[in-house]
T-cell receptor
């Protein structure tokens, strides 16, 4: 079974500060995929990034970056120079090869204060 | 609009009534998923279809729940004899078929309130 833990519930930052969201996952599969989704107040989940278990290279995409460490089963996500529009709930999710179901964490509520 | 659409957006019903929700996926997508999200929680997988075939059902999907995708296009999710515990947001998503999990595109959801 797959499990995703997002320990932080609500995080408040002042605009332009960086915010890092922690995600810890559990799976017995050796091939798996990690995702981050954003759920703004409108409610519609929006895909942000996907990473596979064979690629631990950390990347930056615009104001988003992620830190994937298999040794600690963590897939942390950072928003740089936060903006008010970043206020949303962010979900980390896990899926394994051959099975498309997503296992989501409980989410992190991010509040960006202007 | 070419995204995933769901109807209705909101549904209020009395306990014991039956309700049906509809999901229209992105037209090129073979796979369609249903999730349920309660307040303060992440979405939980219910079931998914590849074309018209229902390939997997979660243990969360009790006998009162049934989902169909008759022509491999839109899908319906029916809940019979609703209970207050069924109150949640029901999310539909679609994706291309692949052994590698692709990104799933989500609809706006149907919020169900059972009184």
């Amino acid at each position: 079974a797959q499990k995703v833990t997002q320990a932080q519930t609500e995080i408040s930052v002042v605009e332009k500060e960086d915010v890092t969201l922690d995600c810890v996952y559990e799976t017995r599969d050796t091939t798996y995929y990690l995702f981050w989704y954003k759920q703004p107040p409108s409610g519609e989940l929006v895909f942000l990034i996907r990473r596979n278990s064979f690629d631990e290279q950390n990347e930056i995409s615009g104001r988003y970056s992620w830190n994937f460490q298999k040794s600690t089963s963590s897939f942390n996500f950072t928003i740089t120079a936060s903006q008010v529009v970043d206020s949303a709930v962010y979900f980390c999710a896990l899926s394994v090869y051959g099975n498309n179901r997503l296992a989501f964490g409980k989410g992190n509520q991010v509040v960006v204060i202007p | 609009d070419t995204g995933v659409s769901q109807d209705p957006r909101h549904k209020i019903t009395k306990r014991g009534q039956n309700v049906t929700f509809r999901c229209d996926p992105i037209s090129e997508h073979n796979r369609l998923y249903w999730y349920r999200q309660t307040l303060g929680q992440g979405p939980e997988f219910l079931t998914y279809f590849q074309n018209e075939a229902q390939l997997e059902k979660s243990r969360l999907l009790s006998d009162r729940f049934s989902a169909e995708r008759p022509k491999g296009s839109f899908s319906t999710l029916e809940i019979q004899r609703t209970e207050q515990g069924d109150s949640a947001m029901y999310l539909c998503a679609s994706s291309f078929t692949s052994r590698i999990p692709n990104e799933q595109f989500f609809g706006p959801g149907t919020r169900l309130t059972v009184l």
